[in-house]
């Protein structure tokens, strides 16, 4: 999840993205996610002063799920029973200081983060896995994928930026954006280890996300793994232009564009969401 005002994130106006009086977007909204299933095993990795937490759902090949900024796994809940049907094995991970994972006086960082969920696969002796990330976590996806190769088999990267100049200017009283922040923030409230640090955790989370990613074309198409680079039609947040130019700078990238969701496509419609998710999981 992205932030400006209450969702703060670096601003820009990009007047190619922006409706034109014939051509407003639809009102949408985010349900919550349904209730995730018992996990087979759960726990937390220490790793460069925090401890990680990760659930593990079902057997087969499998796929780590990285959630947005101020998210949690729970919020895979639509996501995680159509894997384990599908024969794979999902597992989900709070990024740093989000969830159940506790974090450091440090800074928050991609890299950083990315490096915990490596210690997660370590800790599982997972070698390599299919990984899937929505906002923050498909720039983690990304990131793993550039800097980790070995360890991912193929990344889904659903509405996420690689550099500051992807991400669009939002109105921070948009409905859709205040319920989905005041749920972000009585869960954190319920998993956290530290409940009482939400502004404190906001303020590192903004802090990162004023300053990162800020990959370069050069950097990007260093990526040898599969990538579908996914964006909703309605995205609050990501640019149209700046998916395209990801998609085209990735040398292994496939574009997919999901119609009639935004940036909580798979709250709104999960089963639109699962099919494309599948269907590259499985692909050759």
Do not use: C
């Amino acid at each position: 999840m992205k932030q400006n005002g209450l969702f703060r994130k670096r601003k820009g106006t990009f007047a190619g993205d922006m409706p034109t009086a014939n051509d407003e977007p639809p009102v949408l909204d985010a349900p919550p996610p349904a209730p995730l299933p018992a996990s087979d095993a759960s726990g937390h990795v220490p790793h460069d002063g925090a401890r990680i937490w990760y659930a593990s759902y079902g057997e087969g090949p499998p796929v780590i799920l990285l959630h947005g900024a101020f998210g949690n796994g729970e919020d895979w809940g639509n996501q995680v029973p159509a894997l384990m049907r599908a024969g794979y094995r999902a597992i989900l991970v709070d990024s740093r200081g989000h969830g159940r994972s506790t974090r450091d006086a440090g800074p928050l960082g991609y890299e950083r983060m990315a490096a915990d969920v490596v210690a997660v696969m370590d800790a599982l002796r997972i070698d390599a896995a299919r990984v899937v990330g929505w906002s923050d976590g498909a720039i983690l996806s990304l990131v793993l994928a550039m800097k980790h190769p070995a360890r991912v088999a193929r990344a889904f990267a659903f509405a996420g930026n690689m550099d500051l100049s992807g991400v669009k200017e939002v109105d921070p009283t948009a409905p859709i954006l205040v319920r989905a922040f005041a749920r972000a923030k009585a869960a954190y409230a319920r998993l956290s280890a530290t409940p009482g640090d939400f502004a404190e955790f906001s303020r590192a989370v903004n802090t990162m996300m004023a300053t990162e990613p800020s990959y370069a074309a050069a950097d990007l198409a260093r990526i040898g793994a599969r990538v579908a680079v996914v964006l909703g039609e309605h995205d609050e947040f990501i640019t149209r232009a700046h998916v395209d130019y990801v998609a085209r700078t990735i040398p292994a990238a496939t574009l997919i564009l999901l119609p009639g969701v935004s940036h909580f496509a798979p709250l709104q419609k999960p089963r639109d969401f699962n099919d494309a998710l599948l269907a590259f999981l499985g692909g050759a």
